[in-house]
């Protein structure tokens, strides 16, 4: 049983940063690609960034790319976003996931994760 927890959301203004990170017990994941994802009232989950297991793989999504970047820590069983240049419109609840698809390239859609955490609440301010 692989049990995700995010931490470090918050209420922050816009432009702030924040880090968040996903601890993973239960098994080590260092073999997994972990994602990030987040979801907005009303909105459907949409997808943040995701690493491959080795690290050195990852994809973001373009509403993020240059403000956010995702990496892992392997030996500490977790991952973390940093969040930077924040937006209102970044605003979500923000979830971690762990996959077991192989391979180097990078997945994007929620399916293609089994394990997801309970969420970290995100909320920026303009």
């Known amino acids: 049983q692989v049990q995700l927890v995010e931490s470090g959301g918050g209420l922050v203004q816009a432009g702030d940063s924040l880090r968040l990170s996903c601890a993973a017990s239960?098994?080590?994941?260092?073999?997994?690609?972990m994602g990030w994802f987040r979801q907005a009232p009303g909105k459907e989950r949409e997808f943040v960034a995701a690493?491959?297991?080795?690290?050195?793989?990852?994809r973001y999504a373009a509403f993020v790319k240059g403000r956010f970047t995702m990496s892992r820590d392997n030996a500490k069983n977790t991952v973390y976003l940093q969040m930077n240049s924040l937006k209102a419109e970044d605003t979500a609840v923000y979830y971690c996931?762990?996959?077991?698809?192989?391979?180097?390239?990078?997945?994007?859609?929620?399916?293609?994760?089994?394990?997801w955490g309970q969420g970290t609440q995100v909320t920026v301010s303009s």
């Open positions: 239960g098994r080590t994941l260092s073999s997994s690609p």
């Open positions: 996931a762990a996959g077991s698809y192989s391979g180097r390239i990078v997945a994007s859609t929620a399916t293609a994760y089994d394990y």
């Open positions: 690493v491959v297991w080795s690290g050195d793989v990852t």
